[in-house]
């Protein structure tokens, strides 16, 4: 019952949002300014159709998600890192707070000098991920109660026994809400970057012919797919961490 009460309410207030944007569309009178929803739907089932929409998504997904991978890999060992040395996290966090406080695009045009046009979006995604998910687990790694550590030890748990049954439990929660944000942060910050970049074979490509030629309809239809995708990875996310944290 509460799975279908949930179902019930998704469906409700889908239904909700896709009747005021019919209205402001009725409204505007102009598919050039602000297609229908059924206009945006029914080209973005043609662009199912096509192989070429199917190369384009995944080669962008492969982009952003190794980049996203790379970012989560980096963040955990830049963590454990400046957890165990004060004069580590003094002299990188600066690093740190340059990445947080800069425009992405003046990441994304500086990357642009120094990268090829199809590597550009995973290093963005990369750039984005890493502070997100060094500062959380950072954090978590020191928050960990030194009291149940002395006791690992007096009860004669090795390194690693400590680290399985002590800091990951203690650091999982944080970890895994910082994976959650930035994969947010990647996915919309990765199309951005190549919407710039402008790899050939890409949706932020495809967004930026749909801009350059005024095909309304598609650039909505094209940003309707990198919504699905984006809940998409984000609900498989979410999966997998409900399975490692009952794991744990």
Do not use: H
């Amino acid at each position: 019952m509460p799975s279908k009460r949930k179902l019930l309410q998704t469906a409700l207030i889908a239904l909700i949002y896709i009747a005021v944007w019919e209205a402001a569309s009725l409204l505007v009178g102009k598919e050039l300014l602000l297609p229908s929803p059924l206009s945006t739907l029914s080209r973005l089932a043609v662009l199912l159709t096509k192989g070429e929409s199917w190369l384009f998504s995944g080669l962008t997904l492969l982009r952003i998600m190794s980049g996203y991978l790379l970012g989560v890999l980096s963040g955990v060992l830049l963590a454990m890192f400046t957890a165990r040395s004060r004069f580590a996290e003094a002299l990188l966090s600066p690093l740190r707070a340059i990445v947080k406080a800069s425009p992405v695009t003046s990441f994304i045009l500086l990357a642009l000098l120094w990268l090829s046009s199809d590597m550009v979006p995973l290093f963005i995604s990369f750039l984005m991920v890493v502070p997100m998910v060094w500062t959380a687990t950072a954090e978590a790694i020191v928050q960990t109660d030194p009291r149940l550590v002395e006791m690992g030890k007096m009860f004669g748990l090795n390194r690693w026994q400590i680290v399985k049954k002590i800091y990951v439990p203690s650091v999982l929660p944080q970890f895994l809400a910082a994976c959650t944000t930035s994969l947010g942060f990647a996915w919309k910050s990765g199309v951005a970057a190549e919407i710039i970049a402008l790899p050939q074979q890409s949706i932020g490509y495809k967004l930026y012919q749909s801009k350059l030629r005024i095909e309304t309809v598609d650039l909505f239809a094209w940003t309707l797919m990198i919504v699905a995708l984006s809940m998409l990875l984000e609900w498989l996310l979410i999966k997998g961490m409900r399975r490692i944290r009952s794991d744990a």
